[in-house]
């Protein structure tokens, strides 16, 4: 419709701003591989801007505010059986193995630790950084340690403790998986209590308040770019609307003891998770979302599913937040990129890229790509996984997906007359590096 307004400038505007001349057909031509050849190196060029990722060591127990429950069921690819794993420890370290069966994946073991005593301090992470070209990386982590570079690894802290103040019986009872995630959401509160030089949850709900205000505050000022919400594995991401009033009844009730109903503790969670929201706006903290299926065999996802958020996303009194919905929405990407027809709404990629093989992902991104390919970014979602499997393969591992995965979607783009190769490598461009460095206004790069 617009575009016919538009009128005669229009095929000037097109060539311009190089989309292909001519009508898009519904096949690659047989030119798709050398288009793909063409494209990857470029690609493999473009110094990238990880923007969901948890690095560390495996023995280091802040690299997530939570952990995996035990005997979890793991998806195909995710399974540390995957011999592209070996591929990652070939790449990265000459690992010289196919497979990673006990005696090899000592060799692999000794070799990293030799590594680590060559590159003391920041710089062995900054070192398998360079190895991938990824020329900065979120690490979305509890703490941070000091043999991360902040230069490199802008920190994205955890904001759910804050929605789980009070006697957490009832919560932690549900199931198995809870049982190990609210104990250590929990403990995400003291820490964030002891930074702050508080012994006691505050006896008035206005300066609880204030102490997540100060928290946050001083995490800015301790580097941080964002937050981090991982509350679809804690409960629903239905939020109601409650009233400040509502959530300081529930609070002055229950800030000293006392077990509150479920429905009264997620009116409280619902009225602070919406206060977070507006913070984030307020200081200019960007809001990360986990939106995906998730580790734990309890993981609900039609009470967590990305749509759930719809109505606090289309909320006009938060277009000053900004949105990053972490992993897409997967498996529901294909509903969840039209979320991003918010103006103040992103989509990262990262899981969607391990979870898939690349030839599935490809078609996560193309469609992405022709929708709003100006609201994607890239993340690899990398986790120490145990001592050897590192962070070190996971970052590989995502990379490798993602750049081959988006080459493949744009060489077909390309044959299929969507855009030329030169708009395509601006796409790509955007999706690897620039969209997400804007979100946070020279902060990273
Ligand atoms: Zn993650």
């Known amino acids: 419709m617009r575009l016919a307004v538009r009128g005669p400038i229009l095929s000037v505007v097109i060539c311009v701003s190089g989309f292909a001349v001519g009508q898009a057909r519904p096949f690659p031509g047989p030119d798709v591989q050398q288009i793909y050849q063409r494209l990857l190196p470029q690609i493999e060029k473009i110094p990238a801007f990880d923007h969901h990722a948890h690095p560390g060591y ?28 070996a ?18 994946a ?83 509160l003291r820490r964030w209590m002891q930074q702050e030089n508080v012994t006691k949850l505050p006896a008035r709900f206005n300066d609880y308040l204030e102490f997540i205000v100060r928290v946050f505050d001083d995490n800015q000022k301790k580097g941080g770019i964002a937050m981090k919400f991982e509350v679809a594995y804690f409960r629903p991401t239905t939020f109601t609307d409650p009233t400040r009033q509502q959530a300081d009844d529930i609070y002055q009730q229950y800030a000293s003891g006392g077990t509150p109903s479920e429905k009264d503790y997620r009116t409280f969670q619902d009225f602070i998770f919406r206060f977070l929201v507006n913070l984030g706006g307020r200081l200019n903290i960007p809001v990360h979302i986990h939106t995906a299926v998730g580790i734990g065999d309890y993981f609900n996802l039609s009470q967590s599913n990305i749509m759930n958020l719809e109505s606090v996303l289309r909320d ?71 001592q050897v499997l590192g962070a070190e393969e996971s970052y590989w591992l995502g990379a490798e997906s993602s750049r081959t995965a988006l080459a493949a979607a744009l060489a077909e783009m390309v044959s299929e007359n969507e855009i030329t190769e030169a708009r395509a490598l601006e796409l790509a461009h955007a999706y690897l590096h620039d969209t997400a460095v804007k979100l946070y206004g020279g902060r990273v790069h």
């Not at 591929?87 to 090899?104: C, I, M, N, Q, V």
């Not at 990386?137 to 920190?155: E, G, I, Q, T």
């Not at 294909?334 to 992103?346: D, G, H, P, Q």
């Not at 690349?358 to 986790?383: H, N, R, S, Y």
């Open 58 to 85: 495996s023995d280091d127990p802040d690299v997530d505010a939570m952990a995996a429950p035990p005997d979890a069921s793991a998806a195909l690819r995710t399974r540390d059986d995957n011999p592209e794993l």
């Open 87 to 104: 591929a990652a420890a070939k790449a990265l370290f000459g690992y010289p193995y196919t497979d990673l069966s006990p005696e090899h």
């Open 106 to 188: 000592k060799w692999l073991l000794d070799k990293k630790t030799e590594l680590k005593k060559q590159l003391a301090g920041t710089a062995y992470f900054n070192t398998i950084l360079d190895k991938l070209n990824i020329e900065s990386s979120v690490a979305n982590r509890a703490m941070m340690p000091d043999y991360l570079d902040p230069k490199r690894f802008p920190w994205v802290f955890f904001a759910d403790s804050f929605m789980w103040p009070f006697n957490n019986e009832h919560e932690s009872a549900r199931n198995p998986d809870e049982g190990v995630f609210i104990p250590l959401q929990e403990k995400m």
């Open 316 to 386: 006009p009194r938060y277009a000053s937040t900004t949105f990053v919905m972490i992993h897409g929405g997967y498996p529901l990407e294909r509903e969840a990129i039209w979320l991003a027809a918010m103006k103040n709404v992103y989509l990262d990629s990262s899981f969607g890229e391990l979870a898939q093989y690349p030839a599935a992902f490809k078609e996560t991104l193309k469609m992405w790509l022709e929708t709003f390919p100006d609201k994607i970014t890239f993340g690899t979602d990398c986790f120490p996984y145990n």
